[in-house]
């Protein structure tokens, strides 16, 4: 089969103006007018403000392409030729060659257009034309019979829930408003002689012990009767090689065609921290048409059961109940032309260092590249995947729902192989969001019933038939199917959004007060660091209530938030950097608090999912990493408290209590040392007990009445460590408000130094140093810890994990040393305020 590749070089049109830019394919406008010089930085300063227009105006894509003579003189080839896009963003016209060979309504959806009588021998020109996605919108909302409302944000563009595009493109309380237009993914011509393959789909089913059966289909189109045969390739671990093939009639239009491989003793597939993640290569051909994807060998069941608090919500996978540790995932980057594979790489492998191994595609992001699947598979990160409908209501006209069922079938067919997909949710807090507008209260029912015919029918009986192997959850939070009630502050089933710390401003106690069955939302924001600041900032701008930092916070309370918080908690920073610094341990100090209870409460709680892991631009936010892929001190935070075996303690109802949380098949025997220290840093009491930590579950070690500690809350903190034999874990914890605490003032050095190739940082001090942070600026790359206690007279090194810099295959340590040792800066709390 012959494909032309019609990625590439474009010309971009502005048509009101008919000014033109070259423009890359893949990619958007706005990316193309910033290469070409004809518009600032969006995320600088304000500018974003000064771009709005770009979203109000037409734009057309053209290029040329040569087809061969030969090509076109053969009837088969001819006959079959098609024009593919993965996805074109968003209201378009497809010409070529002056003919209309079709249109476009729905960036999530793929399109395929015949055009057998639209090419010619020799040159070819093929032109797209994108209609203004805000004008589109806007006219859409004429028509409606009743509004729709949607949440608004402070730079927004209106009417977004009617466009089947990104819906943070139209701006979020933590996202810019650039509504870009462009053509997404691959681009072709291609030419099948018989049938082309529209999708494969494999079903595996474990018949015995060890025999598993893999079916493989392929859904081929024929423009005309005829044969032809299908073959599949399976090849991977345990030296596991089958092929299969069969000769099969086709008819005109779509045929299913069906081989079995008996695939005996597979590698099995695991989330991260539960074993390997064995993929296999499977290879697929009809005609001369051909597909190839990797799949996994596991077993996934959903366990939604009544029981005696509620009703669950746990993953299971190859019989093990798994405690599910991540973040909800939005897109990489707020300009789709920036969306590269090292930045995904970059993300997702910070997010497996964390300890993750679930991530959420969140509703109002998008469906995400081959890349980022491939690499979730790779990574173990399983996905709980929601379809893109976020924190609105939406149409549910014959018309809509027609449009997103294309959505839905193709994008289930294009991702339902991915072992690491644990989950197919409806949308992103819809239901929640029929109480969050004068009309929907008002007019309750007439809300509810589109809801219900968007997602609890088409969506949810669309995706029940497409891939029965899963679960189709209706919405995030939600108690699951047929359940209409709102679950934000439901901890007794289904999933929960817990977000009454940050949003309704309770304290982080507020955290032991809930134990959802599943939360898949909570957060606290942080600022970006001072680097980042910097990039975004003039210098006459870089304090906190100056025009361009209130422009990078898009949650109108955000700042305030971070400010009460911080003045309940803690004595107040001197400074930004300070202030940005604090910001951020306060960050780390919040979700370790949920997260750590949580998970203390297994298996009542089966996963905690805090928002968010990344951000789109430089902003302040709910994330823990920051735009540039830098970890904040939560994600180092995050690395710890999530780790498989973990020790920990909280202090609740009057009384410290010590547990081990043990996510691996393992058990733990050995000892659990708890003291309780002085400012100084002296043992005033240490205790040792004998302690196991069975799989799969929590412990209890120890509880202590405050009363019965040596000491006042307010002149103590804790340290505890539990060492199994092999190595020693440890944590440590104020008994009280850091506040209220009179710390040492530590002085803390450290260096940095190359030691065997590897670039390290060396770190002392002389009293107790809580939160200790090495900053490496804008040095690409962190630390393996961050944000620790250090001990008087303890020495911490720790590694540097460093970016290679562009050109550099490996990065080099001298220079990595070099940058860090004039970028380095160290923080601690009783040096963040005077
Ligand atoms: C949620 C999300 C997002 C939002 C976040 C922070 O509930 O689903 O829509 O960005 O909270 O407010």
Redesign the pocket.
């Known amino acids: 089969m012959q494909t032309i590749d019609l990625r590439g070089s474009w010309t971009l049109t502005r048509v009101s103006t008919g000014d033109s830019y070259q423009a890359a394919v893949p990619g958007d406008n706005i990316s193309a007018l910033l290469a070409a010089g004809a518009i600032p930085d969006p995320y600088y300063a304000k500018n974003e403000l000064d771009l709005q227009w770009i979203g109000r105006e037409d734009w057309r894509f053209d290029r040329e392409f040569e087809v061969d003579a030969r090509l076109i003189e053969d009837p088969a080839a001819r006959k079959g030729l098609f024009l593919h896009f993965d996805g074109i963003d968003t209201v378009a016209e497809i010409e070529l060659n002056g003919k209309r060979i079709g249109d476009s309504s729905n960036m999530f959806v793929r399109r395929r257009f015949p055009v057998g009588n639209a090419v010619q021998a020799g040159t070819n020109r093929l032109s797209v034309l994108i209609r203004s996605p805000e004008s589109a919108a806007v006219e859409a909302s004429r028509s409606l019979r009743y509004p729709l409302p949607y949440?608004e944000y402070p730079v927004q563009s209106p009417h977004r829930n009617l466009l089947r595009k990104v819906q943070c493109h139209a701006g979020?309380?933590?996202g810019p408003c650039l509504m870009v237009s462009g053509i997404n993914g691959h681009a072709y011509l291609a030419s099948p002689r018989d049938c082309r393959i529209e999708y494969v789909s494999t079903r595996q089913r474990r018949l015995d012990g060890t025999r598993w059966e893999l079916q493989v289909s392929a859904e081929v189109y024929a423009h005309a009767d005829g044969q032809t045969k299908l073959a599949a390739q399976l090849e991977g671990p345990r030296e596991i090689a089958l092929s299969q093939s069969d000769e099969f009639a086709l008819h005109a239009g779509i045929n299913h065609l069906t081989v079995r491989l008996p695939v005996v003793d597979p590698a099995l597939w695991w989330p991260a921290g539960y074993g390997d993640q064995s993929l296999y290569e499977l290879k697929i051909q009809a005609g001369d048409d051909s597909a190839a994807k990797r799949i996994g060998f596991r077993e996934l069941e959903t366990v939604v059961r009544d029981d005696a608090r509620g009703r669950s919500l746990t993953f299971r996978i190859n019989g093990r109940d798994i405690f599910c540790k991540g973040a909800?995932w939005?897109p990489v980057d707020a300009l789709p032309a920036r969306q590269s594979d090292a930045a995904y790489r970059a993300r997702l492998e910070s997010a497996r260092d964390a300890n993750m191994n679930m991530l959420r595609v969140?509703?109002?992001g998008q469906y995400e590249s081959a890349e980022f699947y491939d690499l979730c598979d790779e990574l173990g990160l399983l996905i709980w995947h929601d379809f893109m409908f976020?924190?609105s209501t939406y149409p549910a006209d014959p018309l809509f729902l027609a449009n997103v069922s294309e959505e839905v079938v193709h994008q289930v067919k294009r991702l339902r192989d991915h072992p690491s997909i644990a989950i197919w949710c409806g949308n992103?807090?819809n239901l929640g969001a029929l109480t969050w507008f004068a009309e929907t209260r008002r007019f309750r029912d007439r809300y509810v019933v589109d809801y219900d015919r968007l997602y609890e029918g088409t969506i949810g009986d669309l995706v029940e038939s497409v891939d029965p192997t899963r679960t189709y959850w209706p919405s995030s939070p939600s108690g699951g199917r047929g359940d209409y009630s709102d679950n934000w502050h439901d901890d007794t089933k289904g999933d929960m959004?817990y977000?009454s710390v940050?949003?309704e401003g309770k304290p982080f106690d507020a955290y032991y007060e809930v134990t959802p069955r599943f939360c898949s939302?909570f957060?606290f924001q942080s600022f970006p660091s001072l680097s980042t600041v910097e990039g975004f900032a003039p210098e006459d701008q870089r304090n906190l209530t100056s025009p361009v930092m209130e422009h990078h916070q898009r949650?109108e309370r955000g700042n305030t938030i971070i400010i009460e918080s911080l003045s309940r908690y803690f004595r107040f920073p001197d400074g930004l950097g300070n202030l940005l610094y604090m910001s951020q341990v306060q960050q780390a100090f919040a979700i370790r608090t949920a997260v750590e209870y949580w998970r203390s409460q297994r298996p009542t709680c089966a996963g905690a999912l805090y928002?968010?892991l990344n951000d789109n631009w430089p902003v302040a936010s709910?994330s823990s990493l920051e735009y540039s892929g830098k970890w904040k001190l939560l994600h180092y935070a995050a690395k710890r408290f999530f780790a498989p075996l973990h020790v920990l303690g909280f202090v609740k109802d009057g009384a410290l209590e010590v547990w081990i949380c043990n996510d691996s098949a393992l058990s733990h025997r050995g000892e659990c040392v708890v003291s309780f220290r002085n400012f100084d840093g002296t043992a005033l009491r240490v205790d040792r007990t004998e302690a196991v930590a069975t799989p799969d579950t929590s412990a209890l070690v120890r509880s202590y009445p405050l009363e019965s500690l040596p000491a006042p809350a307010e002149q103590l903190f804790v340290t505890m460590e539990f060492d199994n034999g092999s190595g020693t874990i440890a944590n440590d914890l104020f008994l009280t408000y850091p506040k209220l605490c009179e710390l040492r003032k530590a002085r803390v050095s450290a260096t940095i130094d190359v030691e065997g190739g590897i670039v390290v940082g060396r770190v002392t001090a002389d009293a107790p140093a809580f939160f200790v942070s090495l900053d490496p600026g804008s040095v690409g790359g962190h630390f393996e810890d961050n944000c620790f206690l250090l001990l008087p007279g303890s020495q911490k090194t720790l590694r540097f994990v460093a970016d290679p810099a562009p050109g550099e295959n490996a990065p080099a340590a001298k220079r990595v040393a070099e940058e860090l040792e004039r970028a380095l800066s160290v923080h601690h709390l009783s040096d963040s305020y005077r």
Do not use: L, P, V
């Open positions: 949440s979020w309380d933590w909800n939005i969140w509703g109002g976020a924190c992103n807090e959004h977000w940050w949003h939302e957060g949650n928002w968010q709910w």
